[in-house]
């Protein structure tokens, strides 16, 4: 056999070994999709819940979210709109021009320059259907990254039960922080809102004073990371001012919701 011939088969096998590998590689991924999908599901409503303080290790995730309620309000006026909430991403809903609004850059005191139109909101009530625990999605700029997650407040609106971060990209050991189990249960207890229904919640600048004042209103700064921290701070004052949750949880407060 010529050495033109041999090299003629070497590349034809070669060829027909990459064509068969890439449709093997295209039938895993389309028969591993749904899969995926399934556990980017499971893995959210784990977050919502771990929020909340609403799951521990070991529970069934589906069982404890299925007792969670699931609705849709449109942020501008606080109230429920009928949507689908599963295909409903409000995250996602930010890059569509039909589902987004520009904020306003005297409001934008998150720096986030545009937020979805509707919030997936979702809530536990007790056996007589009374609210006792909101969860809500918040994001906002640190100082690598848009930082996402979860707030869990009472039925007073104000009162907060719990708080966490699904996803960020903070340096490790300083902004990362903001994962730090013991730093996130400093914020269960802590008031949102002052008496008035301003925000009042901040990250402080180091310890915070229990004795001072505004101690029910802040936790521990985070060492290193002053814009990290500034950051959940502006991101809690835009979230829950008057051009994000303000006008739901008021319709809450009135026992509209």
Not at 153 to 168: E, N, V
Not at 227 to 243: A, P
Request: charge should be positive; proline fraction near 2%.
């Amino acid at each position: 056999m010529s050495k033109q011939n041999e090299t003629l088969k070497t590349i034809t096998v070669a060829g027909l070994l990459c064509f068969v590998c890439s449709i093997l590689v295209s039938v895993v991924v389309v028969t591993l999709r749904p899969q995926q999908a399934k556990n980017a599901e499971l893995d959210m409503k784990k977050n919502i819940l771990m929020s909340a303080g609403m799951i521990k290790d070991g529970d069934d995730i589906e069982a404890v979210f299925a007792t969670v309620e699931t609705m849709i309000v449109n942020i501008e006026t606080g109230k429920k709109v009928e949507m689908d909430a599963k295909r409903y991403d409000q995250v996602a809903a930010i890059k569509d021009p039909a589902m987004n609004v520009k904020i306003p850059a005297d409001k934008d005191v998150g720096g986030l320059s545009a937020r979805s139109k509707y919030a997936k909101v979702y809530l536990k009530r007790d056996s007589a259907g009374a609210i006792e625990t909101i969860i809500l999605n918040v994001w906002g700029k640190g100082l690598w990254s848009t930082m996402y997650g979860f707030i869990a407040l009472g039925p007073d609106t104000k009162t907060i039960k719990g708080f966490a971060y699904y996803s960020q990209g903070e340096t490790p050991g300083l902004g990362g922080e903001v994962d730090n189990p013991n730093w996130k249960s400093q914020w269960v207890g802590k008031n949102l809102y002052d008496t008035d229904f301003n925000v009042a919640f901040a990250v402080n600048k180091g310890a915070v004073d229990k004795n001072h004042q505004l101690a029910n209103y802040r936790v521990d700064g985070l060492s290193g990371a002053t814009i990290t921290g500034n950051g959940v701070t502006s991101s809690m004052k835009y979230w829950f001012g008057e051009h994000g949750y303000s006008k739901f949880l008021a319709n809450v407060r009135a026992g509209e919701i």
